[in-house]
């Protein structure tokens, strides 16, 4: 814990440029050096947009938090996801690296707010208590992070001396959260609803209030979560949100400006600061298919008339796509249409497709019939993915963190739970519905818009709705840990299309309807050998709704106890 928990912020500060986040590091002064002018400060701000303090996992190491749940499967995963393995210890790295970059953020706000006040004679006083808003804001959500993975950990709001890292103890979860409302309500209060230049993209007051509303939503705190996802909803003027019109154009290049995200963190080739897309790129396209959408998710999409796939007369297993809600489509690529210029068919017997690109036939390399390590699943990911993404192998769209729809969905929700049901409950889910139809909430007739107020049923459709509106955001891991179905969900296996000899060609590309229970949760068990078990996951839940702490934190300070079980 020393050498990462708390003097990483001595060994000094990556800096980025003051105002629209130049996105390279330019230099390391020294924390004893530095702080001495307005520049130096915003300096130490703008180091914190970095990504790695705001993804949970980066999507490209195999370990971000959607492959921790239902949604998704990355090839290969028994080797590099312990949480679906069942496998959690305190050498994970993914868990060392998830605490890591929290502390280093928290190390380094803490050194600014130790440190500021040398530029206080050189710096307007607004400007100084907007900084101390956005650091304090960005700590914050570090703990939020913290306590929502590890449960109590250590409440560190100083820059410690080595000797005093011996001895830190955790705080509990509950005394840390109440820490945070008061941080989240001061970051409010004290940080623009908006900049001059809708390019800038920094911490807002609806950022402060959104991650509040989400912290509470994850604590079960739901008088707290409606009241901040509210106040984020009632914002007027500059720096109101809205929903972008279209739901697959928002995870695009033109959404990055769309009054629905709340807080994103710029990514840009130009800046070198981008990812490579290839694990989510179709083969055709040079990729390698290994990152994909599972059965269960695409499963988990209503049709068209509201109702799931086990209780609607519209949908069919041999044209899983037909009549589904637009999301669907929007998020997975749809059998034989054309994707990053080429004919997707994942048929066993289709060994060429037309290729849009080529103007000719090519080799289907989505085939597993020509391809083994084709998408297991038969299923990609459209959702956010360029098309120039086949040519340049490189993925630089601004990564959103928080958008509007999450407030919306988090009112109900926190509403639906404290039995206050009524038209607004309705009003903010249908929003959400009705966009993904691509039309408003007040066309009734025009999609499936959700009328009951029973509220078991209420539950059942948000939590459906937030699993299909965030699909492939990263959400979904987490949803599963606070609702505590993580234990059921996590101990299925993983389904994948039959091997092309044993595959039931009148049966493609799947044998029946999906039996899904009151909990959104499919039983492929009475298919036998028409699908494939892929991987079977396991969740150990005496232990695994929290993560372990870091072996090598309980190594260097003893006072640090361990979660249990691990």
């Known amino acids: 814990m020393k050498k990462n928990l708390f003097i990483i912020a001595m060994l000094g500060i990556c800096i980025w440029s003051c105002k629209k986040l130049d996105l390279n590091p330019l230099s390391s002064p020294s924390t004893s050096s530095f702080y001495s002018n307005q520049v130096e400060l915003e300096l130490a701000v703008n180091d914190l947009y970095r990504l790695d303090f705001w993804a949970p996992i980066k999507e490209n190491t195999g370990a971000w938090e959607e492959f921790f749940s239902d949604n998704c499967y990355y090839r290969g995963g028994s080797g590099s996801n312990p949480v679906i393995a069942g496998t959690q210890s305190s050498s994970d790295a993914f868990s060392l690296t998830f605490w890591t970059n929290a502390y280093k953020a928290i ?6 707010l130790e440190n500021k006040d040398r530029a206080a004679a050189s710096t307007p006083a607004t400007v100084m208590t907007t900084l101390e808003a956005e650091m304090r804001l960005i700590r914050a959500y570090q703990y939020s992070k913290l306590i929502t993975h590890y449960g109590d950990v250590p409440l560190n709001l100083k820059i410690l001396t080595l000797e005093e890292s011996y001895n830190v103890k955790k705080s509990s979860k509950a005394d840390i959260y109440n820490f945070l409302k008061a941080e989240f309500d001061f970051a409010a209060q004290n940080l623009p609803q908006n900049y001059a230049s809708s390019s800038i993209k920094r911490l807002t007051k609806g950022a402060a209030l ?10 079960g705190d739901w008088e707290t979560a409606r009241e901040a996802a509210l106040a984020v909803m009632n914002l007027t003027g500059a720096g109101a949100y809205s929903l972008n019109n279209s739901y697959s154009a928002l995870f695009q290049r033109a959404g990055e400006l769309s009054p629905e995200i709340i807080l994103g963190i710029p990514r840009d080739q130009a800046q070198k600061v981008s990812a490579t897309p290839d694990d989510i790129l179709s083969r055709n396209a040079g990729g390698f298919g290994a990152t994909m959408p599972t059965r269960e998710l695409v499963d988990a999409y209503e049709c068209t008339d509201g109702k799931p796939i086990n209780e609607s007369p519209l949908y069919n297993p041999l044209n899983p796509f037909a009549n589904r809600d637009p999301r669907l489509a929007a998020t997975v690529v749809p059998f034989n249409t054309y994707w990053l210029g080429y004919n997707y068919n994942p048929h066993p017997d289709s060994l060429q497709v037309w290729s849009s690109k080529l103007a000719r036939k090519a080799t289907n390399n989505d085939s597993r019939g020509v391809a083994p390590f084709a998408s297991f699943t038969g299923f990609l990911f459209k959702k956010g993915v360029e098309q120039s993404w086949s040519d340049t192998h490189i993925e630089d769209n601004d990564a959103i963190i928080v958008r509007f729809a999450e407030m919306l969905l988090t009112y109900a929700e926190a509403k639906i739970e404290l039995g206050q049901l009524d038209a607004s409950v309705l009003e903010a889910i249908n929003r959400v519905r009705a966009r993904g139809y691509g039309v408003a909430a007040t066309s009734i ?17 948000v939590r459906r709705e937030r699993r299909i509106e965030f699909a492939f955001e990263g959400l979904r891991y987490m949803d599963l840990i606070r609702w505590k179905l993580a234990e059921r969900a996590l101990n299925k296996p993983i389904i994948a299309l039959p091997d092309p000899a044993n595959q039931n060609r009148a049966k493609w590309p799947f044998p029946g309807i999906t039996p899904i229970d009151a909990d959104g949760i499919a039983d492929y068990s009475g298919f036998g050998s028409d699908v494939k078990i892929q991987f079977v996951r396991k969740f150990d839940a005496t232990k695994q709704y929290l993560w372990p702490i870091p072996q090598q934190e309980v190594r260097l300070n003893p006072s640090l106890t361990q979660n249990p079980n691990y």
């Open 210 to 219: 959104a991650l509040k509303a989400r912290t509470a939503l994850y604590m």
């Open 107 to 112: 190390a380094r706000v803490n050194a600014f």
């Open 445 to 461: 007739g025009s999609y499936p818009a959700i009328t009951t107020l029973d509220p078991v049923q209420l539950k059942k459709i």
